[in-house]
Structures are given as C-alpha cells and as structure tokens.
C-alpha cells in the first residue's frame, strides 16, 4: 500500500540545470498538487491537477511547469533551476475534494547552488 | 487571495503541559483541516470541520471550528513528546485547493 511516492528524495543542482520530479500515486485519486515548504511560510500551491490531461496555476507557478499524461503521476519540471528554488517539495493527492484529506508523499528535498 | 493566518508560529512547552494553536481567516471558510507534521516527515491528516461551532476529539486533541467559521483551534491537554512536531490548518480556497496556514511548531522539553 504505497500511496503518494515521490522520486528522487534528495536532489543537487547547478543554477541553469533542469530537472523533472515525479509523484505517482496508486489510490486512483482524481486531484493531485504539486507544493513547497519553505521555513516559516508553512505549504505554499505551485501547480495542480483535477483530473487527467488538466493542470492548473497555483499560488506560486513561475520557474515550474507540470503535465499529467497519466491519471497516476504528477510531474514537476524545472526548466531552469535558480537558487530560490532551492526548497522541500511535496506532492499530494485527493479522492474527492472538500470531503477527504490530502494524502501526502515523503517529499524532495531539492538545492540548488 | 484568501489568507488563513496561524499563530503563535513557534511553542515550546515543558512536557504535561497544554498547547493550543490557533487558525484565523477574515473570512467565511466552507471547512477547515488540521495536518501534522513530524521533523523530517510530511504531512500528516488529522481532522475536518465542517460545521459553524463544531468541536471534535481525539483523545488528548480538542479540535473547534468558531460559529462564525472565520477561526479555528486545536488544544493538545497534557502534551507527551511524541505531539512534537508542526502543526497547520488548512482551508478551502475557492474550489478544488487548499491554502495552509504558516504553522505552529511544537517543541517539547521532557
């Protein structure tokens, strides 16, 4: 019973250089986000997903980009890395919005110099 | 946007005693959650309120939700070490999203 997986847990990277991080979730849920925790400003919404083939802006979209080829996983790309990325990155997932909680995946913990 | 403020942002209590954490918004929130996060874990669910006025238990933790929907609370009666941890609140926001308060971390001195 996995539930919300994300790869990688741990991340380096050089200002400039790309990457994509993957969550996968295995509770057929319909709603999936994308999060970063930053000290002392709690979660904060990059991206989001109702369903699908659907991606939608949060609070925090700029230097990120998201697809959802599959209704399973939610990826998360960073085109350019910047310093400021540097951060701890959750995804989550819900069955049913407004009625059951987010389920949570371990998160990437992402620097970049 | 909708702002959920939580305060104090940081507690630290001797161990048996209690610990409350609050959740205010300026306006009218549809339904609130709690989550708790261990040091180095993630997120974990604890509760939803729904309703104006609503006050639920689990064992040591008293969650309320104000009549007027607008604040909230979770008090934790004779903390143990294992409460430690930071806990947020978090509402609905417009449809389909959640926005999280900023938390408040609990440490405890046994």
């Known amino acids: 019973n996995a539930g919300v997986t994300q790869t990688p847990k741990f991340r380096v990277l050089k200002t400039g250089q790309s990457m994509t991080l993957l969550c996968a979730q295995d509770?057929?849920?319909?709603?999936m986000y994308w999060y970063r925790q930053d000290p002392g400003m709690g979660l904060r919404l990059i991206h989001y997903?109702?369903?699908?083939?659907?991606?939608a802006k949060g609070e925090v979209p700029d230097g990120y980009n998201v697809s959802r080829l599959k209704k399973q996983n939610f990826l998360l790309g960073l085109e350019s890395a910047a310093p400021s990325q540097t951060s701890v990155y959750f995804c989550?997932?819900?069955?049913?919005?407004?009625?059951?909680?987010?389920?949570f995946g371990d998160g990437t913990r992402l620097s970049i110099l | 946007g909708q702002q959920v403020m939580q305060i104090p942002q940081y507690q630290h209590v001797q161990e048996g005693e209690d610990f409350t954490t609050y959740c205010n918004s300026s306006?009218?929130?549809?339904?609130i959650q709690w989550y708790k996060q261990r040091p180095g874990g993630h997120p974990v669910f604890l509760i939803q309120?729904?309703?104006?006025?609503e006050v639920k238990k689990q064992k040591r933790l008293t969650f309320q939700f104000g009549e007027a929907k607008k604040n909230s609370s979770l008090h934790i009666t004779a903390t143990q070490t294992t409460d430690v941890g930071t806990y947020f609140c978090?509402?609905?926001?417009?449809?389909?999203?959640?926005?999280f308060g900023q938390g408040t971390r609990l440490t405890i001195n046994p």
């Open positions: 509770m057929n849920h319909e709603y």
């Open positions: 989550a997932s819900t069955g049913r919005w407004g009625v059951w909680p987010q389920h």
């Open positions: 997903s109702v369903g699908e083939g659907t991606t």
């Open positions: 306006t009218t929130l549809s339904n």
């Open positions: 309120l729904v309703k104006s006025g």
């Open positions: 978090a509402a609905a926001r417009g449809a389909q999203k959640l926005v």
